[in-house]
C-alpha cells in the first residue's frame, strides 16, 4: 500500500509527531495530461491581453501609391502605409483579446489533490504544529524558515487568513502564503516546497474524503493487502 511518512515540527525545527498518509486513499493515479492543462489554464487566465500594435489602417500617412508600377527601375511599391515598409504598419496586427478558460471544477479539484500527492511522493511537504505571530516580524518567520531548513522557494499553506503571517512572508524572497481554501493545481506545483500547518493539512485532506470514508476505505486496502499476501504465500 503506497504511503507517506510526514514529520510534525515546531517552530524550532524540532520533531514532535509523524503522520502516515496513504496516497492511494487521496487519488488512485497521477494524471499528468490533466496537471498540464490545470497549469496551463491558470497561467492563460492571468495574462492581461493587453498587446496591441498598429495595422496598415492606425499608420498615419496617404494611400497615394509611391510611385508608379512600371518604368522607374525601382521595385513595385504601394503606398507608404504597407507594413514591408519602414514606419508602415504591422501586417498581422496584434489586438486586445481575452484568454480566459475554465476547465471543469471537478477536473480542477482533481487536479490539486493530484498535485498534492505529486509533492507528497516526492518528499517536498513540511508539516509544522503551528504557525503565528503576535504582530507583524519578517525576522521571526525567516528563522522559523531557517530552523525548518527552507531554503527554496515555498508555498507556506495556513487554514485561514491571516494578516500578521501575511505581512511577515510577503517580504521574503521566493515565498508565498495562502489560506488552504485557494489552493490549486499551479500554486502548489509553481514552489520547490510545500509547508503546511498541521490544522492547514488537516483541513485540505478533510476537503478531499471525509475522515470516516478515510478509515472505511483504509480498512478495506489492508484487507484487501493481508488478502493478497496470504494467497502470495500459499
Known amino acids: 500500500m503506497p504511503s507517506v511518512e510526514l514529520t510534525v515540527y515546531d517552530k524550532s525545527g524540532k520533531e514532535i509527531d509523524k503522520l502516515t498518509v496513504y496516497t492511494e486513499l ?3 493515479h497521477i494524471n499528468n495530461q490533466l496537471l498540464h492543462d490545470a497549469v496551463v489554464m491558470y497561467q492563460s487566465n492571468i495574462r492581461q491581453g493587453s498587446a496591441r500594435t498598429k495595422s496598415r489602417a492606425d499608420v498615419a500617412g496617404h494611400k497615394k501609391k509611391m510611385y508608379k508600377q512600371k518604368g522607374t527601375g525601382n521595385a513595385r511599391a504601394g503606398h507608404r502605409r504597407s507594413g514591408v515598409r519602414r514606419g508602415g504598419g504591422h501586417i ?19 487536479a ?21 505571530v ?7 518567520v525567516a528563522e522559523i524558515l531557517n530552523a525548518l531548513k527552507i531554503k527554496d522557494t515555498v508555498l507556506v ?14 517580504n521574503i524572497e ?17 514552489p520547490k516546497r510545500l509547508l503546511m ?35 502470495s504465500a500459499t
Open 26 to 28: 487521496l487519488v488512485d
Open 92 to 110: 498581422f496586427a496584434k489586438r486586445p483579446r481575452n484568454w480566459f478558460f475554465r476547465l471543469p471544477s471537478k477536473a480542477l479539484k482533481k
Open 112 to 132: 490539486a489533490r493530484m498535485a498534492f500527492v505529486a509533492k507528497l511522493n516526492d518528499l517536498q511537504v513540511t508539516l509544522i504544529d503551528a504557525l503565528s
Open 134 to 140: 503576535e504582530q507583524p516580524k519578517t525576522k521571526e
Open 157 to 170: 499553506a495556513i487554514e485561514k487568513h491571516n494578516t500578521n503571517l501575511y505581512k511577515s512572508f510577503r
Open 174 to 190: 521566493g515565498v508565498q502564503i495562502l489560506p488552504v481554501s485557494d489552493l490549486n493545481a499551479y500554486e502548489i506545483l509553481r
Open 197 to 231: 500547518t498541521r490544522t492547514a493539512y488537516e483541513s485540505f485532506v478533510n476537503s478531499i474524503i471525509t475522515p470516516s470514508d478515510y478509515e472505511t476505505a483504509l480498512n478495506e486496502l489492508k484487507k484487501s493487502s493481508t488478502a493478497v499476501a496470504t494467497t
